[in-house]
């Protein structure tokens, strides 16, 4: 094969002259240096701290868009509902157990043994630390409980921190109210990933970091995108951000709202929500994307159940969370406040303005939620929840109204 001859030498450029390769040459440069700069600035934001949010109805997790003012700077304007709000159980959903802190009141030295295995439970405080400690003949664990969740009306739950740093729900929940010390609800019975992890059921960061989203107004997190990342792809903080329930969980964050007024300038209030939207705003902790209609524990999901009631769908858009219960404060505990919600519709006067389709035959004046709201008290170890799919029970044989043993619930009665 014969050899191409060797280019002209005039074709070759003099290295004197500045030809095409030279002239592009600066500029790529500049722009490598540019893209370069703007990749550092880009990964500079995506590695520091900052709040973020999960959608809804998704699994990514997002820079939270405007800035926390935090509820002191609200109660310059609304003091009294700020007040009302924090004396609240929802202010309070977590906390953290602070190392070397006793647990008071919890460190009772009651046992826990579970029937099957054999082994131990026990809350303790031991060697500057409050943990989970586990006795299974000579064999023994413990776990730092880093966590407390819920208001204490029912139920306290615990995330544990193992000394490898794997999140851990606490095998054992404390029950004020009737029990103390015992198993949580769906930990009572033995499982394959006790197996592995006999402290209770293991944790992703993301779910954990799900648990913080119901309990704490602010989560933070290091690593967030514009874009949307997953859960394991970020590095979650939560020692940082606000604990419990505050004023800007369900407005949002509001600094931008409070440096305008407080420069005079106009402040536009946020639209009213329709029912179905404050619906919503309350499911995103109180409910679930896609529910089982046979769930054990439907009764928990009570935005889902309302809006499947005949009363919500009567109602043109009317009934909603707040209807029977003040966002700031704690819901009440006696029959006849709500009783009294429900007879301002099943009423002849509610019956006039076309709210109600009929009128209860059996009692007109009382006796409502026992009776068409139930308690479910078989889907949760030692906790009881109202039914809120408000409709025509067909209970057991032999049960009384009130009693908790409703027959599941079939489709909305009128």
């Known amino acids: 094969m014969k050899n191409s001859p060797d280019p002209p030498i005039e074709n070759v450029p003099s290295p004197r002259k500045r030809g095409p390769g030279f002239a592009r040459a600066p500029r790529a440069i500049i722009v490598a240096l540019a893209l370069a700069a703007a990749a550092g600035t880009y990964w500079a934001l995506l590695v520091r701290d900052g709040s973020v949010r999960v959608e809804p109805r998704g699994e990514l997790w997002y820079p939270m868009q405007g800035k926390y003012a935090g509820n002191r700077a609200c109660r310059g304007c609304h003091a009294a509902i ?106 009572d019975h033995p499982n394959h990933l006790l197996v592995h992890q006999p402290m209770g059921r293991p944790l992703p960061p993301g779910e954990v970091a799900r648990c913080f989203g119901c309990h704490s107004s602010d989560i933070w997190a290091r690593g967030a995108s514009p874009q949307g990342l997953p859960a394991d792809r970020l590095q979650f903080r939560f020692e940082k951000g606000e604990s419990g329930l505050k004023c ?42 896609n529910i089982d209609p046979a769930h054990d524990v439907l009764a928990r999901f009570q935005p889902w159940s309302l809006e499947r009631s005949r009363c919500f769908i009567a109602s043109a858009g009317r009934l909603s969370c707040t209807t029977c219960h003040d966002p700031h404060g704690d819901a009440r505990t006696d029959a006849g406040f709500y009783e009294s919600k429900c007879i301002s519709c099943h009423s002849p006067a509610g019956r006039a303005e076309k709210l109600a389709v009929r009128l209860c ?43 908790g043993i409703a027959a599941r619930p079939g489709p909305a009665t009128p």
Request: charged share 20%; net charge positive; with cysteine.
């Open 248 to 289: 800007e969980t369900c407005h949002g964050p509001r600094a931008a709202h409070v440096a305008a007024f407080g420069n005079g300038k106009p402040v536009v209030p946020p639209p009213a929500m329709t029912a179905a939207e404050m619906n919503r705003l309350c499911g995103r902790c109180h409910s679930k994307v």
């Open 82 to 187: 700020v007040d009302r709000q924090e004396a609240s159980a929802h202010a309070t959903r977590v906390r953290p157990v602070r190392p070397g802190a006793p647990l008071g009141p919890y460190e009772t030295g009651q046992e826990v043994r579970d029937p099957l295995t054999g082994a131990v439970y026990q809350v303790r405080y031991h060697d500057g630390r409050n943990e989970l400690f586990l006795r299974s003949g000579s064999l023994s664990a413990s776990a730092s409980i880093r966590w407390e969740f819920g208001s204490g009306h029912r139920a306290h739950g615990y995330i544990l921190r193992t000394d490898d740093g794997e999140y851990v729900d606490c095998r054992l929940n404390w029950y004020p109210a009737t029990q103390g010390w015992d198993f949580a609800s769906g930990q």
């Open 361 to 403: 035959p059996v009692n007109q004046t009382s006796g409502c939620v026992s009776c068409h709201m139930p308690k479910d008290n078989q889907g949760m170890l030692h906790v009881a929840l109202t039914d809120h799919r408000i409709r025509i029970v067909r209970r057991e044989a032999g049960a009384a109204p009130g009693s």
